[in-house]
């Protein structure tokens, strides 16, 4: 297996979630000798300079991403992200493989907050198909679309969800799993395999999660090292 990097990461921008400084996450990816490390700050990427420069700097590979709130809604609905929902919408991970990536992740960011800002800045499934060039996706959390459907409505309702995501980001959308102490996790992550194995879909595993070898996992993904 290649060498792990984290993929989703939440930083000092994470107001109210993310703990870790910039400075001493780069230095703690450099002492475990990973190349490359990433940031998804939940819906901004206020760190996105003062990351990519000091990573550069360190000799580490910078990853940028967002995890985005997207608001319910149909692919086609141009105004999904206007409607004024409390929900705050789904999350997704979105990271920028090359500079065309980087700059609609950027509009995708910016237009969150000027059209989709309604408690927090949301985007649209119509907006992210507009803007996938350049995009890796991964399905995030419990609070994703995909792994609330697997966890509400079953792996019939969770693979065609997830095959709506993949149509967005074609060869470019990853389940992701995660190991973080919550039980609801440890049966999404079961369910996520089953989508995967359905589906042909690749995972993404973070820190400790237990796979059987013969399961396609992806932990690293190849960025070039400079946008």
């Known amino acids: 297996m290649a060498e792990f990097v984290h993929l989703h990461v939440h930083s000092e921008y994470s107001l109210l979630d993310g703990a870790i400084r910039i400075n001493d996450l780069l230095a703690r990816a450099k002492d475990l000798g990973m190349p490359a490390v990433a940031i998804t700050d939940h819906g901004s990427m206020f760190g996105a300079m003062t990351f990519y420069t000091e990573a550069l700097a360190m000799g580490i590979k910078p990853i940028i991403g967002c995890e985005v709130y997207v608001a319910p809604g149909d692919i086609d609905d141009a105004h999904a992200h206007e409607v004024k929902d409390k929900s705050g919408g789904y999350h997704l991970v979105l990271?920028?493989?090359n500079r065309i990536g980087y700059k609609n992740l950027?509009?995708?960011v910016t237009t969150g907050y000027l059209e989709g800002f309604y408690y927090k800045p949301r985007v649209s499934k119509y907006l992210l198909k507009q803007h996938a060039e350049g995009l890796i996706a991964l399905s995030a959390c419990l609070a994703g679309e995909v792994p609330r459907m697997l966890m509400n409505e079953g792996l019939e309702a969770g693979a065609a969800m997830?095959?709506?995501y993949e149509s967005i980001f074609p060869?470019?959308?990853y389940l992701e799993l995660q190991d973080n102490g919550i039980g609801k996790q440890t049966r999404l992550n079961e369910l996520l395999i089953k989508?995967?194995?359905k589906t042909g879909l690749p995972?993404?595993?973070e820190p400790r999660t237990a796979l059987n070898p013969n399961q396609l996992v992806i932990s690293v993904i190849s960025w070039p090292s400079r946008l």
């Open 95 to 97: 990271l920028a493989k």
């Open 106 to 108: 950027i509009k995708l």
């Open 162 to 164: 997830a095959g709506e």
């Open 171 to 173: 060869g470019n959308f």
């Open 195 to 197: 989508c995967a194995e």
């Open 203 to 205: 995972l993404v595993d």
